[in-house]
């Protein structure tokens, strides 16, 4: 069965009638890749007290790394000697943004959940 075609339009070709992207987005919309603020605590599910509990929100930043651990051990020995590198060094990286984890600290038993937020430029903790 083949279902007529409305006036003007080709083979092929798809009408355009839904509203632009542009004229979709909410005004006020943070966009991808941007700053977004996490407010300061929030009301979540703590799974050592089985309930919803507030929660103090801090931004997880990776710590230094030992020069002594076994990882930098073993890359150090696969560079050493004739060959050098043994992976090629990474000179352009894909990504421009990172996902920014969370740290949840309950406020009743002060233990700690950690969380992927989402993929942006700058996250920061409202004030």
């Known amino acids: ?18 509203p632009s992207l542009k ?17 300061k605590e929030i009301r979540t599910n703590c799974p050592w007290c089985n309930k919803h509990t507030v929660h103090s929100v801090a931004l997880y930043k990776r710590g230094k790394e030992r020069a002594g651990s076994w ?3 073993r890359q150090a020995g696969r560079k050493r ?18 996902k920014a984890t969370l740290r949840l600290k309950c406020k009743e ?6 969380r992927d937020g989402i993929r942006l430029r700058k996250a920061e903790i409202a004030v």
Do not use: D, S, W
């Not at 006020?28 to 890749?33: D, H, L, V």
């Not at 004739?82 to 943004?97: S, V």
């Not at 038993?109 to 950690?114: F, G, H, K, T, V």
């Open 1 to 18: 069965m083949v279902l007529p075609r409305p006036e003007g339009q080709r083979l092929g070709e798809r009408l355009n009638t839904g």
């Open 23 to 39: 004229a979709r987005e909410k005004p006020g919309a943070i966009r991808f890749g941007e700053r977004l603020k996490f407010p």
């Open 71 to 73: 990882g930098a051990r």
């Open 81 to 98: 000697g004739y060959g050098g590198q043994k992976f090629p060094e990474l000179i352009r990286t894909a990504k421009t943004t990172k």
């Open 109 to 114: 038993c002060n233990r700690e959940i950690m």
